[in-house]
């Protein structure tokens, strides 16, 4: 089956304490990207890569960093959480940007 | 970054009304795309749109990509219980894919 997973779908964590949400895609597509959904605002690009080792900033990220060692992985790491990025994560993956973009469950973070 | 403005913000519909929305934008996009999102869930792609004029239809959705490719819209035929939710427009161009703020559709009760 087709799909985008991202681990873990919920976490908590303490302000500083670095962590990692995973992404992962079987569809062997090479345009990947993260994004944060916040009430009102909708959803805002963080990070996306055009293929292994081409990643580029979106619009918000600051805080945030991405790898793409392999084509299936692009793990979103917060290396000093704060509390400003309690948010709804999603990873999506498609062929190119302009052609239909799949997206995992969600992650729902919360820095406290 | 690209601003997409998505209106309305919400609607309140009843069942077998026909609902609209749009997106503009300043900046020019070479594709549209519009995605709804269920409770809990990912945003799902409704319709695509590749090029400026272009009016395609999905079943009792209909959107269009405006000529000057700063906007697009989209049409919900007589709608049912199910097409609550949030819809999403996005526009892409070279570099990056934009999403507007959302569409929150719910049933008038």
């Known amino acids: 089956e087709a799909q985008v997973t991202q681990n873990p779908r919920y976490l908590i964590t303490v302000t500083g304490k670095k962590l990692t949400v995973t992404c992962s895609q079987n569809m062997n597509h090479e345009y990947m990207s993260w994004y944060r959904q916040d009430p009102g605002l909708g959803l805002r690009q963080i990070y996306y890569s055009m293929n292994v080792e081409v990643t580029d900033k979106g619009d918000v990220p600051e805080g945030y960093k991405v790898s793409r060692k392999e084509k299936r992985n692009f793990p979103l790491i917060l290396e000093s959480p704060s509390p400003n990025q309690t948010s709804l994560y999603f990873c999506a993956s498609s062929f190119t940007m302009h052609t239909e973009a799949f997206f995992g469950q969600g992650t729902r973070l919360t820095v406290v | 970054g690209q601003q997409l403005n998505q209106s309305p913000q919400s609607m309140f519909i009843q069942e077998g009304e026909d609902v609209s929305m749009n997106c503009t934008s300043s900046s020019i996009f070479n594709t549209w795309l519009w995605y709804k999102q269920d409770p809990g869930e990912g945003p799902v792609l409704l319709i695509a749109l590749y090029k400026a004029g272009e009016l395609t239809s999905n079943g009792r959705l209909t959107a269009q990509f405006g000529i000057t490719r700063k906007d697009s819209f989209l049409n919900i035929s007589a709608s049912i219980p199910s097409d609550v939710g949030i819809y999403f427009c996005?526009?892409?161009?070279?570099?990056?894919?934009?999403f507007g703020a959302g569409t929150t559709v719910t049933v008038r009760a």
């Open positions: 996005a526009g892409a161009n070279d570099y990056k894919l934009s």
